[in-house]
C-alpha cells in the first residue's frame, strides 16, 4: 500500500525563521511528488517535483526531491504569519490512480 | 473560471438522515476526486469518477456511501444514515487529466459534515 509519512506533524516557530518540513514516501511507480498548502479551506498548490536534486522555488518557499532516500523537504525562509498554515505532501503513482497524502505538518508562526 | 465549487459548505444532519454532498468541477475538467479529512489528518481517498463513471470506489465504505457523476449536472456524494463517526470535512477535486498525467489537482473548499 502507498504511504506518505510527513514530519513533524506540528512546529510553531518565530516570524524571521527558516523552517524545513519533510517528507518520505512510499509508493509503486512514482511519477511525482505534490506539496500543498492547507488554511481555512482548499488546499492549494504549491510544487510537483518529479526528477531528484532539482529544486523548485517560489518566493520564499523551496523543495527538492530525492527519489533514491524516497523523501523530499519543503524549505521556507524568513517566514511571516501569513505562512500559518497545514502543509500536505502527497504522491502521485504512475497508471489511473489518485493522489495519496500525508497527515500534514500544522506550521504556526508567531510575531 | 469559478474553480471547484462545492454545496453545502456546511452540514448539519442528525443521526440517520441523508447528507448530500455536490461538487461542481472545474469548466473543462472531467475527473472528479472525493477526500474525507478528518480533524488533524491528512486528506483520505474516497472515490474518483468521470462522466457517468466511477474509476476506482476503493477508499470508500461500502455501505451507505455512493456517489455518482452524471453526464449532466454535479458530481454527488451521498451518505445515508448518517453516524457520528461521518462527521468530517469532505473536499472534492478536479483534473483535467488521467490521474497520474497532471501537475495536481485543483480543490474545491470543502463541505463540513456535522452529524448531531
Known amino acids: 500500500e502507498d504511504k506518505v509519512v510527513q514530519s513533524p506533524l506540528s512546529l510553531v516557530v518565530h516570524e524571521g525563521d527558516t523552517v524545513t518540513l519533510n517528507c518520505s514516501y512510499e509508493v509503486t511507480n512514482f511519477r511525482s511528488l505534490l506539496w500543498y498548502k492547507q488554511e481555512k479551506k482548499a488546499p492549494t498548490f504549491l510544487f510537483m517535483l518529479t526528477s531528484s536534486g532539482i529544486e523548485k522555488k517560489s518566493g520564499r518557499l523551496s523543495s527538492i526531491l530525492d527519489k533514491k532516500e524516497l523523501f523530499s523537504i519543503l524549505n521556507i525562509t524568513a517566514t511571516q504569519t501569513g505562512d500559518s498554515a497545514v502543509y500536505l505532501c502527497a504522491v502521485e503513482a504512475a497508471g489511473n490512480t489518485p493522489l495519496v497524502f500525508g497527515k500534514g505538518t500544522r506550521l504556526s508562526v508567531i510575531a | 473560471n469559478a474553480g471547484v465549487m462545492q454545496n453545502p459548505r456546511h452540514l448539519v444532519r442528525r443521526r440517520g438522515q441523508e447528507a448530500r454532498l455536490r461538487c461542481s468541477p472545474m469548466k473543462g475538467h472531467s475527473h472528479v476526486y472525493w477526500y474525507r479529512q478528518l480533524p488533524e489528518e491528512g486528506l483520505k481517498f474516497m472515490v474518483y469518477?468521470?462522466?457517468?463513471?466511477?474509476?476506482?470506489e476503493s477508499g470508500m465504505p461500502k455501505e451507505r456511501f455512493s456517489a455518482e457523476f452524471p453526464k449532466e449536472g454535479p458530481s454527488i456524494l451521498r451518505i445515508q444514515q448518517v453516524v457520528r463517526g461521518d462527521s468530517a470535512a469532505y473536499f472534492c477535486a478536479s483534473s483535467p487529466r488521467l490521474a497520474g498525467q497532471g501537475d495536481g489537482y485543483t480543490f474545491g473548499s470543502g463541505t463540513r459534515l456535522t452529524v448531531v
Open positions: 469518477l468521470q462522466k457517468e463513471n466511477i474509476i476506482d
